[in-house]
């Protein structure tokens, strides 16, 4: 019930297509959503985060969709870039475990030019 | 920018030996954490630490780790006898305030090899 899924595993993109992570989650008591961007050698650094009170966040290039009926949520990269090439994880918190970053499998992501 | 460091960034060690795990969280920064990621699978909380006490831990923190605030800088993480399958990069983190929107800025990592 603590868990957070991923989808896929690995994703390969056009230069200037558009990158889809898909999550989903079963603890309602999860109510903020990070995503974290993890280059090779690196921890993972915030990337955009979402509460469950709005539907869509969008920073820049990278969109949070969120669908709290479904529990699912998913970031978008629009314009993907080689530079986006990492691994993204998306995660929750909440549930009690307020400071516990509960993450996601993870998705490794390479744009390809 | 500030940014969290973790020493060594490669620890190599024998099955049974105790090693300790350093960090140095961001200066105004006042709650810690630790996590630790298996090669090709997810970065799993073990455990935070706040006014120097432990204020959760996962099941996997079990006897053999401790974590320390040994002086105003430094955040260590120790395992006292360390196992095969503790192989895996640990990754140190700190943010200034409680709140659970507050951004966890994550160290680089110290990959632990176990032989």
């Known amino acids: 019930q603590q868990q957070v899924k991923q989808s896929p595993q690995s994703l390969i993109v056009q230069k200037g297509g558009i990158s889809i992570i898909n999550c989903a989650y079963e603890?309602?008591?999860?109510?903020?959503f990070p995503w974290y961007q993890q280059f090779p050698g690196k921890g993972p650094a915030l990337l955009i985060a979402i509460r469950p009170d709005v539907s869509e966040k969008k920073e820049g290039r990278f969109t949070i969709s969120f669908n709290k009926s479904a529990k699912q949520f998913s970031l978008h990269i629009m314009d993907s870039q080689p530079g986006d090439s990492a691994t993204y994880f998306c995660?929750?918190?909440?549930?009690?475990?307020?400071?516990?970053?509960?993450f996601g499998t993870g998705t490794k992501l390479q744009v390809i030019p | 920018e500030p940014e969290v460091t973790q020493t060594p960034s490669h620890q190599v060690t024998q099955m049974g030996q105790e090693v300790i795990l350093r960090c140095v969280p961001i200066?105004?920064?006042?709650?810690f954490y630790w996590y630790r990621q298996i090669l090709g699978q997810k970065v799993e909380f073990l455990v935070s630490f706040y006014n120097n006490e432990i204020s959760e831990k996962s099941e996997i923190f079990d006897d053999q780790f401790s974590v320390e605030r040994p002086d105003g800088s430094n955040f260590t993480l120790k395992i006292r006898s360390t196992k095969l399958e503790d192989s895996a990069m640990y990754f140190c983190?700190?943010?200034?305030?409680?709140?659970?929107?507050?951004?966890?800025?994550f160290g680089p990592g110290t990959r632990l090899t176990v032989l």
């Open positions: 603890n309602t008591a999860f109510d903020y």
């Open positions: 983190a700190s943010t200034r305030h409680q709140g659970y929107t507050d951004t966890q800025y």
């Open positions: 200066s105004n920064h006042l709650y």
């Open positions: 995660a929750a918190l909440g549930a009690g475990g307020y400071q516990k970053v509960t």
